[in-house]
């Protein structure tokens, strides 16, 4: 039975010095606690967080004045990133 308890966990910086399958290990039991996280990671290791999220977030600030951030569903970002071809 699920709890009906607002579970929720931001993890910043994450997996830049770990390895990708102690990354997944804890992103495993995460789901299992059925908490919900925030995660803010390096592009280039978005691929460990991939299967674990429905939503990602880019941040982008161009000129260093404001900060644009850009939301996209999994789906969206998976169709984008075959277009692009990365």
């Known amino acids: 039975m699920r709890s009906r308890s607002f579970r929720f966990v931001v993890i910043d910086e994450a997996f830049g010095r770990g390895s990708d399958e102690s ?21 280039q290791k978005i691929h460990i967080i991939e299967p674990f999220v429905s939503n990602v977030g880019f941040v982008h600030n161009e000129e260093g004045k404001a900060s644009m951030l850009r939301n996209l569903s999994i789906e969206e970002y998976r169709e984008e990133k075959a277009r692009k071809g990365t």
């Open 23 to 43: 990354a997944q290990y804890g992103l495993r039991l995460f789901a299992q606690l059925n908490l919900q996280i925030l995660i803010v990671t390096p592009l």
